[in-house]
């Protein structure tokens, strides 16, 4: 093949990879993505003129043209991977493929756009995996599994956490549409049979800005509050608190965030001032919930408020507060950090407990603990 014939492909790729990206921040309808469409179509057209097919197969982590393999870029690594979560292993372009079985494919490589029950085959566009034997071929076609596992909830939504405060911190708005979202999958997993909060379970290591701490205070939080049979806005506006409790933290110095060992005291001073940070950031951004305001300022504040920022004796901390502070202490303790080990779920339960009745806030200590034990016997 040909070096311009090689990037064009690569160039289509690119095109489909971005497109999917962008259905995920948005949707599938949203300009953005019929203008790469339109682009990568346009590609596409290009290409095929010279063959009526062409098979593309997906081996480890190539993808093989024609039984060339194309140069790897990270957008082909996306999107085999994408592709391969789904099951497909071979694709087979015949002819002028269209707007609409493109916007298919883009589909099937979006991370947050339900997929439809299996790839649907159409006149220029098939599906399959290299095992003809479990080829898709129209009706009656093997289905192809399309079951996400609990962790690629959560993966997924710490990314989409990441894009959207990523962006905020370089001085976009904040997407509260995108944050909705991403609550609004976690309630639709915790609807779900396949409990995703066995997902929080397993040790975990400290990321640099840890969005992963971020969603799985958001999603434990929600499970407890569901529990307590909080349901509605409230619910949901609890969710986007849980979220964002930590935004404050976008604003410290990189080098602190990052920093291998223990603060010293100078940085530990400047962490301390992570909730009010928070705060004030949220209270400026249009459509962010008053409650997320409470929570980011009050999160670090303890039941006997002895922890920071320091208020009036007879301050009152909402419910929320409580939840996500329970919660936050709960994932930072789970949490290896490099001057400390990750902690068992039993050990962390102790902690927890100790704690109840002087640092957090007794009955929702309690009916949280209740929470995870259930949790854990029901652990494989
Ligand atoms: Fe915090
Ligand atoms: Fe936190």
Redesign the pocket.
């Known amino acids: 093949m040909s070096q311009n014939r090689s990037a064009t492909w690569q160039n289509f790729f690119r095109l489909l990879v971005t497109a999917a990206a962008n259905a995920d921040l948005y949707n599938l309808q949203h300009p953005q993505v019929s203008h790469l469409v339109e682009k990568a179509l346009k590609l596409i057209q290009s290409l095929m003129d010279a063959d009526t097919r062409i098979d593309i197969m997906l081996i480890d982590q190539n993808i093989i043209l024609d039984k060339n393999p194309l140069p790897e870029t990270l957008h082909t690594i996306r999107f085999v991977d994408a592709l391969k979560h789904r099951g497909i292993e071979h694709l087979s372009l015949r002819g002028e493929i269209n707007q609409a079985e493109l916007l298919q494919l883009i589909l099937l490589l979006a991370k947050r756009q339900q997929p439809p029950q299996s790839p649907q085959n159409s006149t220029n566009l098939r599906f399959g995996s290299i095992d003809m034997s479990r080829t898709v071929q129209g009706e009656g076609a093997t289905r192809i599994s399309q079951t996400s596992t609990e962790s690629d909830l959560l993966h997924c939504e710490r990314d989409r956490l990441a894009e959207i405060c990523t962006g905020a911190s370089k001085n976009r708005s904040l997407s509260v549409t995108g944050l909705k979202e991403i609550v609004i999958h976690f309630l639709q997993a915790l609807d779900q049979e396949l409990d995703p909060l066995l997902a929080i379970f397993p040790l975990h290591q400290q990321d640099q800005y840890s969005f992963t701490h971020s969603t799985n205070v958001c999603l434990l939080t929600l499970a407890h509050a569901r529990r307590l049979g909080l349901k509605g806005p409230l619910l949901h506006d609890i969710g986007i608190a849980a979220l964002l409790?930590?935004i404050?933290?976008l604003f410290l110095p990189v080098d602190i965030i990052n920093k291998p060992g223990k603060p010293n005291d100078e940085e530990w001073q400047m962490?301390r001032l992570?909730?009010v940070r928070?705060a004030e950031y949220l209270i400026g951004t249009t459509g962010v919930p008053q409650l997320a305001v409470v929570t980011?300022y009050e999160?670090?504040m303890k039941y006997d408020l002895t922890g920071y920022p320091t208020v009036r004796k007879n301050w009152q901390q909402h419910l929320c507060s409580h939840m996500t502070t329970i919660a936050?202490i709960f994932d930072a303790l789970r949490t290896k950090r490099s001057y400390r080990e990750a902690m068992d779920a039993s050990k962390v339960r102790n902690m927890l407990s100790d704690l109840a009745g002087q640092e957090l806030h007794p009955e929702l200590c309690s009916s949280f603990l209740q929470m995870i034990d259930e949790v854990a016997t029901s652990l494989p």
Do not use: F, L, V
Request: proline share 8%; no cysteine.
């Open positions: 409790h930590d404050g933290k962490i992570h909730p928070g980011a999160h670090h936050d």
